[in-house]
């Protein structure tokens, strides 16, 4: 992290950063009212920040605000990467990380609109994803076949995670369990909600204490 790149700082890139994946100019204005801190705070802040070389502003009174590329990097540092693990014989464990994630919503792609489910059941676990994980979803209603979506079925007052299959105007959903029989409903029965773009969590059955 460079030297002057506080806490709040770092805040102020992360909203900057946020902000302009939502709109195509960002005022100094914009950066008070998302962080709730005044105008004054904001350019006393800005001024370090450039100085950094960390911010950028366009000429004139409505200054347009802009991440530089080493602001960029700064806000993408993450979790530590410490190189490669053996499945196999062990190995020693380097003690210097050779990288850093960026962060978690740029690392997955996350979009504007994306949203976490916990997940509730045993359905899914052939792909990994168990009961008390996450999962990360897309929100749409149109699927290709084989996807993982989240799909509201006919008579249930929520929604379930399951493989998309449609042959003709059938909407077939698969499991994988083999113990969870498929599903099969009329096409306008279901509702398509979302599409699983990653999941989160134990990777197999949780140690219980």
């Known amino acids: 992290m460079p030297p002057g790149l506080t ?8 909203a900057l ?5 939502r709109q195509s100019s960002v005022s100094i204005t914009d950066l008070a009212n998302v962080m709730n801190i005044g105008r004054k705070t904001i350019l006393d802040h800005l001024t370090a920040l450039r100085s950094l070389g960390l911010v950028q502003a366009s000429d004139g009174r409505h200054a347009a605000l802009a991440l530089t590329d080493d602001g960029r990097a700064a806000i993408h ?3 530590p990467i410490y190189g490669q693990i053996a499945a196999g014989p062990p190995t020693l464990a380097e003690q210097n990380p050779d990288d ?18 916990c997940v509730r059941g045993d359905s ?7 009961d008390g994980n996450h999962v990360l979803v897309r929100p749409t209603q149109e699927v290709r076949d084989g996807e993982v979506a989240v799909v509201l079925i006919p008579g249930e007052n929520a929604a379930t ?3 998309f299959y449609l042959f003709g105007d059938q ?8 113990n969870h029989p498929l599903m099969t409903f009329h096409a306008s029965e279901v509702l398509i909600q979302g599409r699983m773009i990653a999941h989160f969590g134990q990777p197999g059955p949780r140690r219980r204490e």
């Open 124 to 130: 899914m676990t052939g792909i990994g994803v168990m």
């Open 7 to 14: 806490p709040r700082r770092m805040e102020l890139l992360t």
């Open 17 to 21: 950063h946020r902000l302009s994946l």
């Open 161 to 163: 995670l399951k493989r």
């Open 100 to 117: 850093y994630t960026p962060s978690l919503d740029v690392l997955l792609g996350v979009r504007e609109g994306d949203f976490l489910l």
């Open 77 to 79: 540092v993450g979790i």
């Open 171 to 178: 909407v077939t959903l698969q499991s994988e369990n083999p």
